[in-house]
């Protein structure tokens, strides 16, 4: 039978625990940015309340 023609790839092991490396995600740009939401949709939420007085 013919051989593939396709690469083989090697994969290099990887260690099953990795303890010295911790993930510590800053998300001090996310709490910003929904806090700037929550205060535009409230600001928006407001202005319908006081539109649906004036519209009726």
């Given at each position: ?36 939401i929550g ?13 649906s007085?004036?519209?009726?």
């Amino acid at each position: 039978m013919p051989k593939s023609k396709r690469a083989r790839v090697r994969r290099a092991a990887v260690p099953a625990v990795q303890s010295t490396v911790e993930f510590k995600p800053d998300y001090s740009d996310v709490k910003r940015d929904l806090k700037r939401i929550g205060m535009l949709a409230g600001t928006f939420f407001v202005v319908l309340i006081v539109l649906s007085f004036f519209l009726r």
